[in-house]
């Protein structure tokens, strides 16, 4: 079983929708986590980051996370044309020592169409 | 900003060729990475770097060196290339764990094909 896992889909949603982008985790030591999107053939940027639960909110984008559950979310709201690319979460343990190691989910492939 | 650049795009190399990659980061930043991205196997970190001179394997380093002789610019070398590295390859930094900062900050990313 992988650490993280994030459905590839492709997921495709009209214009102006709330989309709904989730990973689940196994290792209940993660306590750093990210979103990152990746236009095709393009280097993935940082969109959110969060520390342990809670949920963190930057204009359309809302991340949040349910530590209980071992659940990560990330929701877009009105979303636009724009957003179409690939949305991968990463996350990392608290440890002393700890190399900035993150843990990638695979990427979910959100289509918004016109 | 931080930026991250490495030294192609694209490349097309022959299989047995020695291929360099190169990525510099202009931020300060202690530690590198180097990921290769794979449909269906997303990212894989191949080896990466938390000082100068400094090294550490991956998930995936067979096949593959590494060279940080200076801060800003991490090296990724393939000894002997072969079809199956052909793939993306992306580049990473981050600041430092002593300031409590996990995020990396990715390179452009090199589209390497070995025929």
């Known amino acids: 079983q992988k650490e993280v896992e994030q459905d590839p889909g492709p997921l495709s949603v009209p214009e102006g929708a709330i989309v709904s982008l989730n990973c689940t985790y196994s290792?209940?030591?993660?306590?750093?986590f990210m979103w990152y999107r990746q236009y095709s053939r393009k280097g993935p940027e940082l969109l959110m980051y969060t520390y342990s639960s809670g949920n963190k909110e930057d204009g359309r984008f809302t991340a949040q996370v349910d530590k209980s559950s071992k659940y990560i979310s990330l929701f877009i709201r009105d979303s636009q044309p724009s957003d179409s690319a690939t949305y991968l979460c990463a996350m990392a343990p608290f440890l002393s020592g700890n190399t900035g190691k993150l843990i990638f989910g695979q990427g979910t492939t959100l289509q918004v169409k016109p | 900003d931080v930026k991250v650049t490495q030294s192609s795009r694209y490349l097309v190399k022959r299989t047995g060729e020695k291929v360099f990659l190169e990525c510099v980061q202009d931020m300060d930043h202690e530690n590198m990475f180097w990921y290769r991205q794979d449909p269906g196997l997303g990212l894989r970190l191949i080896y990466f770097s938390y000082d100068v001179k400094m090294k550490e394997k991956g998930d995936i380093p067979e096949g593959y060196s590494v060279s940080r002789e200076k801060k800003e610019r991490f090296s990724l070398i393939l000894e002997s290339a072969s079809t199956n590295q052909t793939s993306m390859y992306l580049c990473?930094?981050?600041?430092?764990?002593?300031?409590?900062?996990?995020?990396?900050?990715f390179g452009p990313g090199t589209r390497l094909t070995v025929t």
């Open positions: 290792n209940s030591a993660f306590q750093y």
């Open positions: 990473a930094s981050n600041p430092s764990l002593a300031r409590n900062t996990y995020e990396q900050y």
